[in-house]
């Protein structure tokens, strides 16, 4: 099921270069079989977990100052803007 | 000087001046230099601790105001952020990383006067069940530093375990607070979802994750847990918990309590020693005067499968914004283009991380989504509303925390599957957001076994009760080291 095109295919959607894409082929073979058992659990129900929020539990729409200086560690930049590589 | 005592004698000692906080931290940290080459529980130390003991110590001395944690050293997780220290998630893609902001957990000890003595190791991005994914190498099992300690959070429980702190906060998604409590014979709470704010926590799995406290006892892990509960407005998923004090009336006890033992933890594969001695909880618990009952939880078998679908979906999602632009290690955006340097960049990811963005992007691609991802939210939704037929039954379960003893550094890192399956006990508290703790309970092999408790949701009274209760009955010998 899973081979080397889908390993590649994965890692371009995850954005991360992989040297040996063979390294991973026999081990998320082995966990996605291992997963397969999900497909065979009889559920009747439809309802899924969900976290509820209301309204009344978001804090008021106001400016509040943040005194924690958010980019002070930031790396890599320049005149207050971040170095980012060239987009082609 | 004895380290070895627990966060209400250490208090004591300070209040009553026989100890100073400037003299245990330093005798805390020449502990952590003599046994840590070794263990390994630490990634960075906190090189203030001194200085801030002192100044515990000098506002002791003029009477004034001072925090309820009166100085007492404690290890963060290397996931959750800290000001004045690095950050690093064990990951070579935070190695220089320091936050802009404390989390929440963090303000709410040093307002109450911790000192934060270092940042523990972990699986890289709290990914693993060993802390063997380290990107700084492995810590090591203070019974014997052969053994993994457990993880994710294992530089935790190796530090509160070998007196190198009094508590530690550790952060649990699939079982990585009570995995290295039972591995390391501690104490660990995974609390109930939203209890406690994961503002600054790392996000590996948002939906499953919560912060947790581990001690050497179940009166200092609610000790702890006093401080750091309670709703926060940076985490709307925080609850309202109205604020009980949960160390008060801790020697409840468990007489005329029902406990449901679950039949799908405790039977094959697991070890025989476990077996064991869940046998002696059962009777320890009887002769407390609680009811012992077997219960069967059969949406338990695929909670494995429902787990590492949904984490490594959330996985792949979260760990999208680490593109080494704004934070990250040395790596110059000379020569290349956009998406080629950051898929280079990300290529320092360890194994373990890219294993499960690779499954968590396939999970949840077309085609796929309602096979896994789905379905696996539909296993999560069976497991609590089985879960919660139970606590209708019931008013705990009983299980063992880990289905084996602690095995060899090595053993079992080329089988993720493996290491996955040894979560099988714990996850379901994960997915369904009750409240679980390991309680320390037997040593076989000179190893150590932790019994785990789970009650509803917010129960965490009743929960730390009966811990309480079972820790009592135990008689452990000291940590070797």
Known sequence: ?88 | MNLAISISQYTQQIRDGTLSVEEFIAKTLERINNVDKTLHAFISLNENAVEQAKQIDKKLKVKEKVGSCLGLPISIKDNICTKEMKTTCASKMLEDFISPYDATVISKLKIQDAVIIGKANLDEFAMGSTTEYSYFGPSRNPWNPDYVPGGSSGGSGVSVSANECLASLGSDTGGSVRSPASFCSVVGLKPTYGLISRYGLVSFANSIEQIGPLARTVEDVAFILNIIAGRDLHDNTTIENGNPDYTKDLDAGVSGKKIGIVSEMVGEGVDKEVQLSTKDAVSSFEKLGAECVSISLDSAKHSVAAYYTLASAEASSNLARFDNLRYGFDFSVEGYEYNQYISKARSNFGSEVTRRMLLGAFVLSAGYYGKYYQKAQKVRSLIKSQLTESFKKVDLLLAPTMPILPFKIGEKIDDPLKIYLLDINTIIANLSGIPAISVPFAIANGLPIGMQLFANSLQEKQLLQAAHALYKTTNLPEVPI
Not at chain 1, 13 to 28: C, G, S, T, W
């Open chain 1, 1 to 88: 099921m899973v081979d080397r095109k889908e390993i590649e295919h994965l890692s371009d959607l995850i954005k991360i270069e992989i040297k040996d894409p063979q390294k991973y082929i026999a081990q998320v073979e082995q966990i996605l079989n291992y997963f397969d058992r999900l497909d065979k659990v009889e559920i009747t129900t439809e309802d899924l977990l969900r976290q509820e929020l209301s309204f009344d539990q978001l804090r008021e729409d106001k400016f509040v100052p943040c005194d924690d200086n958010l980019i002070e560690n930031l790396k890599k930049t320049k005149e207050n803007f971040v170095r980012a590589p060239k987009m082609d």
